[in-house]
């Protein structure tokens, strides 16, 4: 598995890391948004703004939630159509290891 990519952070700034960690289930926590939606919602943004680690991880805990690889791509989709071409590039990096670990997902 790779090293977190926060690594250096927690190092750097044990205390923003730590407030971060402490914020994760009022960013992510059931609301009147479930979950797993948020969890799609952020993998959108990462998307849009080039961070393809951010995809793959948020894709794999969005699945943890039940999301399935069709929401995943409707949520690609939907990034791409608001955000542009770059999002799918950064999408294919982000869901390769996703995509090779399982059957196609359209």
């Known amino acids: 598995m790779a090293e977190h990519p926060l690594k250096t952070m927690q190092k750097l ?15 992510y926590g ?7 939606v948020k969890l799609l919602i952020a993998m959108a943004f990462d998307a849009a703004h080039g961070a393809d680690r951010g995809v793959q991880a948020l894709a794999r805990a ?20 608001l955000t542009g071409v770059g999002t799918i590039y950064t999408a294919s990096l982000g869901l390769r290891e996703l995509v090779a670990e399982t059957t196609p997902i359209v």
Do not use: N, S, W
Request: charged share 35%; aromatic share 4%.
């Open 13 to 27: 700034d044990p205390a923003l890391m730590k407030h971060l960690d402490e914020c994760q289930d009022l960013f």
């Open 62 to 81: 969005a699945m943890r939630e039940g999301a399935t690889k069709a929401e995943i791509v409707e949520t690609i989709r939907v990034a791409y159509h």
């Open 30 to 36: 059931e609301g009147a948004l479930p979950k797993k």
